[in-house]
């Protein structure tokens, strides 16, 4: 029974590893053909001065899609999930500030962004989607490896690792 315990882990952490990247992807490559959209969605939040709002919303898209694409490949996921857990921390930040501020903005999170009425119904709903990416991202970054991943191509697994996959492969 031992054995089963690691098996579905990974195959749980191979699933929140799909689950988070399929979103970067997805809001990455929305972003990325409208990067002002970007730069407006973050400049929205009125939390970073102006100098740096233009840099972060005109690289976010690009590091969305290469966080998303390195996770859904398995490649340097650990080190993946581990941004994505900090992206997630930080959205999850910025969401909860302007809602305590009285700011109603469109989260910019799939696109568009900026001034939205009644957008501060959505926060909740916004926090606990972040939430549950952070805590999906933060599996991921726990595990060594997950099923499907190229970094078991790439990069040789332990010798405890093979034992423990053999032996769950037996059970």
Excluded at 57 to 69: H, Y
Excluded at 107 to 126: L, N, Q, T
Excluded at 153 to 171: I, S
Aim: proline share 5%.
């Amino acid at each position: 029974m031992t054995g089963t315990r690691p098996t579905v882990l990974a195959w749980l952490g191979l699933a929140a590893r799909l689950v988070a990247g399929v979103v970067w992807i997805v809001a990455g490559g929305l972003k990325v053909a409208e990067p002002e959209a970007s730069v407006n969605a973050v400049r929205a939040y009125q939390l970073l001065p102006s100098s740096l709002a233009e840099p972060v919303g005109l690289a976010l898209p690009a590091v969305e899609l290469v966080v998303g694409l390195a996770l859904v490949l398995g490649v340097l996921a650990r080190g993946a999930a581990v941004v994505s857990a900090l992206l997630f921390g930080a959205f999850i930040v910025g969401i909860a500030s302007v809602w305590a501020r009285g700011i109603e903005i469109d989260c910019g999170c799939f696109g568009g962004g900026g001034a939205k009425a009644g957008a501060a119904s959505a926060y909740p709903w916004e926090i606990a989607r972040d939430a549950a990416l952070l805590a999906a991202s933060l599996l991921v970054a726990s595990l060594r490896r997950t099923p499907l991943a190229l970094d078991s191509l790439l990069f040789a697994p332990r010798p405890e690792e093979r034992a423990t996959t053999h032996e769950g492969a037996m059970n």
